[in-house]
């Protein structure tokens, strides 16, 4: 196991409130391939580039079979993906934290798979589905998802059905913004842990920033350094699944000498 450095030890023993982000890192552990990046997928940088453009709103609205064919590829690969070590840490420490949220950049649902509840999906979710034409919505069983040929189609309208993601051009969904908002902006947590996400977009970055800013502990895990990582106070190297557990530990162990310290003497 790795170990966890005892200065960090200590300061999580005044940690009340957490807030995480994750990104494509922690997916990728559980053998996902990215979804932004899903030029990765394919060993051929050209077919890469018109699988991104397969992804995109625009696509889906002119020729919606070549995006779905584009999903079910991505499914294919992540096919049997479980969470890992990473995501039930990260689900454990929801039950022990007073204050609790995670935003994930990954469509994939693996969080709420390993039992997280308070959590901000600003990308959407892949394995769900809605109408374009009427209101229906829906989890898409995920064989459909793995045999389609072209777009599923509404049992309601027969419209065309989307993922609930986030398209390559399109805009992020407003409740998950304002959720975004409230958790990190708001109330911004005692403890803010970034992992497996490079940061890339503004709307990750913000909220290091302003947890640094207030004084709040800034951790990073990711196994290389990133675009956020000067503003990590620490900065531990290595996955998700092998740093989160030991983190937990810490963080569990330093709650539970407390509650030792407050019971009856
Ligand atoms: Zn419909």
Same mark, same amino acid.
Not at 42 to 47: C, F, G, I, L, V
Not at 51 to 63: F, M, Q, R, V, Y
């Given at each position: ?6 200065? *960090? &030890?200590?300061? $999580? ?6 807030? &995480?982000? =994750?990104?494509? @890192? ?7 391939p990215? /979804? ?5 997928l /394919? ?23 070549? =995006? ?5 590829d991505i499914?294919r690969h992540a096919q ?23 935003? =994930? ?23 769900? &589905?809605?109408?374009?034409? #009427?209101?229906?919505?829906?989890? $898409?069983?995920?064989?459909? !998802?793995?045999?389609?040929? #072209? ?8 419209? &065309? ?10 805009? $992020? ?18 403890? !803010?842990? !970034?992992? @497996? ?5 503004? /709307? ?24 956020? =990582? /000067? ?15 030991? !983190? *937990? ?17």
């Open positions: 196991m790795k170990s966890i450095p005892q200065e *960090l &030890v200590e300061r $999580l023993a005044s940690v009340r409130s957490i807030g &995480v982000i =994750t990104g494509a @890192g922690i997916s990728a552990e559980s053998g996902i990215t /979804y932004r990046g899903a030029g990765g /394919y060993d051929d940088p050209e077919e890469g580039q018109r699988a991104i453009e397969a992804l995109s709103g625009e696509t889906l609205l002119k020729d919606p079979d070549r =995006t779905w064919k584009v999903l079910r499914a049997g993906a479980e969470p890992n070590p990473g995501h039930l840490a990260l689900a454990e420490w929801e039950d022990r934290a007073e204050r609790f949220a995670l935003l =994930t950049q990954n469509v994939d649902g693996l969080h709420h798979q390993a039992g997280s509840r308070n959590v901000i999906e600003i990308h959407g979710n892949i394995k769900r &589905v809605n109408c374009l034409r #009427c209101s229906y919505q829906e989890a $898409l069983p995920a064989k459909a !998802l793995l045999n389609l040929e #072209c777009a599923p189609k509404c049992p309601d309208c027969q419209g &065309v059905l989307r993922p609930k993601a986030v398209l390559f051009g399109e805009m $992020l969904p407003e409740e998950a913004l304002r959720r975004l908002e409230e958790e990190f902006h708001r109330h911004v947590p005692d403890l !803010l842990l !970034l992992v @497996g996400t490079t940061a890339l977009f503004p /709307y990750i970055a913000f909220p290091a920033q302003i947890a640094r800013a207030a004084g709040s502990l800034v951790v990073e895990v990711n196994p290389e350094d990133t675009d956020v =990582t /000067y503003l990590a106070e620490f900065a531990l190297r290595g996955t998700a699944g092998a740093l989160l557990p030991p !983190l *937990l530990a810490a963080f569990g162990g330093v709650a539970q000498e407390k509650g030792q310290a407050q019971g009856p003497k």
